[in-house]
């Protein structure tokens, strides 16, 4: 692969047309007017998860004053959004900043490989919907491309799936003929894929019940925030959404801090919660007790309380055993209880893929990503030119995505200022390392072996805290642990090598 092969030079390629990509873009031509930019994108249309995902109830499990951009205010009512209200609002981000012409659909992302004699990157990108090859250079790689597979989610292997008459759907892979109406649905899952879909397929299924393992914290949440509402009547879209948003922020950190601190205590609070919102002789102890504190992983948030309603006038039910064996009828239990189902919907889970799956080569060396180190949670040891978007887990994710998009930029702004053309962080190799992400999520601890590292302290720590990552923003754009390169110490040592 080379760059004479090449049909065109940016400044910035943007890899994913998501929530992270488009925010990228924004902050880029607004701070970096002069830099040329392309966002890559290889599915036919913007909106990464809003748009791929097609299952039944689709809805953001964050509040849209956090998990919206700062620069653009969310309008809608809804605080907690269906997924064609949040890609509006993305089309209408595209729309209002010129961004859509900067997008190149069936642009998949599968190689990059960066010369240091250049200073750029040679991306290799797969049209999907031709099947052909083509390569752009680059200067820079920003990956908004999320971290889990777009391709394929995770489906443990059942024993007997062969056997089952009925249909077996994927919520990644939902088709969009599938008519559930007066079927039998058994939901296998417990995070907030399932949450989401239990209440939704209730009301036009037969029956909906939602097969379990492990219990998930649930809480109500109200889909309109008053306070929100009435700030935006009163201040403006402007300010009452900035004010909005710094109330809901405040609040998810009071939240999560108090389950942190106070596990047993806020255990009990959500257990009062739920029992209240489910008839008296509800399990709740069997079916919303976790094995592990608050917030270890993450809360699932049901709006108005959809799931607790549908459990409690019948149209659903929920079942917490495991899995035998899938039978010709439906799913045999352990417990020797059988679940009849004309259809089985296996909401269990993600499969995580950093950098959109992209395979790196650094002057020939194909890069390992364990062996790779985060650096103020958005550029990697070692590797040239490249910075990555990856939000928060603990809060909405576009909190983290803002700050990562205006460091980046300030980053451009310094190294264009002294003449740089290449930065890469330089990790000490005796450094104590951990896992790239702090989370007990099944799907974070199936892929933590292939994922970078991060260090125990700052700049190396892959904050989840968003005040933490407000004070990083004061602190200098360049530090000790990054090393820079430009045109005229190239050339110093290449003359040095001849001599």
Same mark, same amino acid.
């Given at each position: 692969?080379?760059?004479?092969?090449?049909?065109?030079?940016?400044?910035?390629?943007?890899?994913?047309?998501?929530?992270?990509?488009?925010?990228?873009?924004?902050?880029?031509?607004?701070?970096?007017?002069?830099?040329?930019?392309?966002?890559?994108?290889?599915?036919?249309?913007?909106?990464?998860?809003?748009?791929?995902?097609?299952?039944?109830?689709?809805?953001?499990?964050?509040?849209?004053?956090?998990?919206?951009?700062?620069?653009?205010?969310?309008?809608?009512?809804?605080?907690?959004?269906?997924?064609?209200?949040?890609?509006?609002?993305?089309?209408?981000?595209?729309?209002?900043?010129?961004?859509?012409?900067?997008?190149?659909?069936?642009?998949?992302?599968?190689?990059?490989?960066?010369?240091?004699?250049?200073?750029?990157?040679?991306?290799?990108?797969?049209?999907?919907?031709?099947?052909?090859?083509?390569?752009?250079?680059?200067?820079?790689?920003?990956?908004?491309?999320?971290?889990?597979?777009?391709?394929?989610?995770?489906?443990?292997?059942?024993?007997?799936?062969?056997?089952?008459?009925?249909?077996?759907?994927?919520?990644?892979?939902?088709?969009?003929?599938?008519?559930?109406?007066?079927?039998?649905?058994?939901?296998?899952?417990?995070?907030?894929?399932?949450?989401?879909?239990?209440?939704?397929?209730?009301?036009?299924?037969?029956?909906?019940?939602?097969?379990?393992?492990?219990?998930?914290?649930?809480?109500?949440?109200?889909?309109?925030?008053?306070?929100?509402?009435?700030?935006?009547?009163?201040?403006?879209?402007?300010?009452?959404?900035?004010?909005?948003?710094?109330?809901?922020?405040?609040?998810?950190?009071?939240?999560?801090?108090?389950?942190?601190?106070?596990?047993?205590?806020?255990?009990?609070?959500?257990?009062?919660?739920?029992?209240?919102?489910?008839?008296?002789?509800?399990?709740?102890?069997?079916?919303?007790?976790?094995?592990?504190?608050?917030?270890?992983?993450?809360?699932?948030?049901?709006?108005?309380?959809?799931?607790?309603?549908?459990?409690?006038?019948?149209?659903?039910?929920?079942?917490? =055993?495991? +899995?035998? /064996?899938? @039978?010709?009828?439906? %799913?045999?239990?352990?417990? *020797?209880? #059988? !679940?009849?189902? =004309?259809? +089985?919907? /296996?909401? @269990?889970?993600?499969? %995580?893929?950093?950098?959109? *799956?992209? #395979? !790196?080569?650094? =002057?020939?060396?194909?890069?390992?990503?364990?062996?790779?180190?985060?650096?103020?949670?958005?550029?990697?040891?070692?590797?040239?030119?490249?910075?990555?978007?990856?939000?928060?887990?603990?809060?909405?994710?576009?909190?983290?995505?803002?700050?990562?998009?205006?460091?980046?930029?300030?980053?451009?702004?310094?190294?264009?200022?002294?003449?740089?053309?290449?930065?890469?962080?330089?990790?000490?190799?005796?450094?104590?390392?951990?896992?790239?992400?702090?989370?007990?999520?099944?799907?974070?601890?199936?892929?933590?072996?292939?994922?970078?590292?991060?260090?125990?302290?700052?700049?190396?720590?892959?904050?989840?805290?968003?005040?933490?990552?407000?004070?990083?923003?004061?602190?200098?754009?360049?530090?000790?642990?990054?090393?820079?390169?430009?045109?005229?110490?190239?050339?110093?040592?290449?003359?040095?090598?001849?001599?």
């Amino acid at each position: 692969m080379t760059a004479n092969t090449a049909t065109d030079h940016f400044d910035v390629l943007i890899v994913g047309a998501g929530i992270s990509g488009i925010g990228a873009a924004r902050y880029l031509k607004t701070k970096q007017p002069n830099k040329s930019f392309a966002i890559l994108e290889g599915r036919a249309n913007f909106g990464g998860t809003w748009d791929m995902f097609k299952y039944p109830g689709l809805r953001s499990d964050s509040d849209l004053h956090t998990f919206g951009y700062e620069f653009k205010p969310w309008k809608d009512k809804d605080a907690i959004a269906s997924a064609s209200k949040i890609m509006s609002y993305l089309g209408e981000t595209l729309d209002e900043n010129g961004l859509a012409s900067h997008i190149r659909y069936h642009h998949k992302v599968v190689r990059a490989e960066w010369s240091s004699a250049t200073a750029r990157w040679t991306v290799e990108i797969e049209r999907t919907d031709t099947g052909e090859r083509t390569f752009i250079t680059s200067s820079w790689i920003f990956s908004g491309a999320g971290y889990y597979n777009y391709d394929e989610g995770f489906t443990p292997n059942f024993e007997g799936r062969e056997r089952f008459e009925g249909t077996i759907v994927h919520p990644q892979h939902w088709p969009e003929d599938l008519d559930y109406t007066g079927k039998r649905v058994v939901v296998i899952g417990s995070g907030a894929t399932a949450v989401t879909l239990v209440p939704s397929m209730a009301p036009t299924a037969a029956h909906v019940t939602m097969l379990q393992r492990t219990p998930t914290y649930v809480m109500p949440v109200p889909r309109q925030d008053p306070f929100a509402n009435i700030a935006n009547r009163l201040l403006g879209d402007k300010l009452g959404y900035a004010v909005a948003r710094r109330k809901n922020i405040l609040q998810q950190k009071y939240v999560y801090d108090f389950a942190q601190t106070f596990p047993g205590l806020a255990r009990k609070i959500i257990r009062t919660v739920n029992a209240s919102m489910l008839p008296s002789d509800f399990p709740v102890d069997e079916h919303f007790n976790p094995p592990y504190n608050p917030w270890d992983q993450r809360l699932c948030a049901v709006p108005s309380g959809d799931l607790f309603k549908a459990l409690s006038n019948g149209s659903a039910s929920m079942v917490t =055993d495991r +899995i035998k /064996t899938f @039978t010709e009828k439906g %799913i045999l239990l352990e417990s *020797g209880r #059988e !679940l009849e189902a =004309d259809i +089985i919907v /296996t909401a @269990t889970g993600l499969n %995580i893929q950093i950098l959109g *799956g992209i #395979e !790196l080569h650094v =002057d020939g060396r194909k890069v390992n990503n364990p062996d790779l180190v985060a650096y103020r949670g958005t550029l990697l040891s070692g590797v040239p030119n490249l910075a990555m978007a990856i939000g928060y887990t603990n809060s909405s994710w576009t909190l983290k995505i803002g700050m990562l998009c205006e460091y980046f930029c300030d980053l451009l702004e310094h190294m264009d200022k002294n003449g740089y053309d290449t930065v890469w962080p330089v990790a000490d190799p005796d450094m104590e390392t951990r896992p790239l992400l702090d989370f007990e999520a099944g799907y974070v601890m199936r892929a933590l072996e292939k994922l970078p590292k991060q260090g125990t302290a700052k700049p190396w720590k892959m904050s989840m805290s968003y005040f933490d990552d407000k004070k990083m923003q004061n602190a200098p754009t360049v530090d000790e642990h990054l090393s820079f390169s430009s045109p005229s110490r190239r050339q110093q040592r290449n003359l040095a090598k001849v001599s």
